[in-house]
């Protein structure tokens, strides 16, 4: 069976709910399923998601990161955990992986594209293949909030904002994506 694993980070809430929407869109693909993962529940209201294990990467036939922006930059709990993944990073575990990364900030310049892109760089360290989000999706395109070719992201203007129906469908093609890339690399 081929899955995806989905990390993320969440501290308003909003990183969580687009990592449901792009295990949506991995779900859509046949033979592929979704596998939602948080580096650290503390601010889970609900204790719906279970915290990661290193393990799970080795498992994994893809993987997709979330976090806020904070400063430009992921939140310090989804590097914390990144950075004990030396053991995975010497032992291949990830190389040749499709992967892919998501962000959500609270203003229209708050750096969701450099968070994007500095969460990519331990993925490529790790020898994972990238995706982002190609502008044939016709939301990149037409959205006025979040939505990068980096990836998905989502502008809450200070909590203000839940996520868009661009941003939503951005998310749910994502995770569409991913997935139908570990499908043919695992066929």
């Known amino acids: 069976m081929v899955n995806i694993l989905i990390i993320y980070y969440s501290s308003n809430g909003s990183t969580k709910k687009m990592a449901r929407l792009i295990a ?18 503390k601010n889970d209201d609900d204790g719906s998601d279970v915290v990661v294990e290193k393990s799970e990467l080795k498992q994994c036939s893809g993987l997709i990161i ?9 939140a310090s709990p989804l590097k914390e955990f990144i950075d004990t993944t030396t053991a995975e990073w010497f032992n291949g575990d990830l190389t040749g ?6 962000t959500s900030t609270s203003s229209l310049h708050g750096g969701q594209e450099t968070t994007l892109l500095s969460m990519m760089l331990p993925l490529l360290h790790h020898g ?41 469908e951005i998310c749910i093609s994502f995770g569409k994506r991913i997935a139908t890339l570990a499908r043919k690399l695992n066929s």
């Not at 949506?24 to 529940?41: C, D, F, H, K, L």
């Not at 979330?66 to 992921?74: R, V």
């Not at 395109?141 to 996520?163: C, L, M, R």
């Open 97 to 102: 992986k499709p992967a892919g990364v998501f």
């Open 66 to 74: 979330g976090s806020p922006t904070h400063f430009g930059n992921m």
């Open 24 to 41: 949506r869109g991995v779900e859509m693909v046949e033979g592929v399923t979704s596998v939602i993962r948080t580096v650290n529940n």
């Open 128 to 168: 994972m293949l990238i995706a982002g989000v190609p502008y044939s999706e016709k939301h990149l395109v037409n959205t006025k909030t979040g939505g990068t070719p980096y990836g998905p992201s989502h502008v809450s203007f200070n909590s203000d904002k839940e996520i868009s129906d661009d941003e939503k």
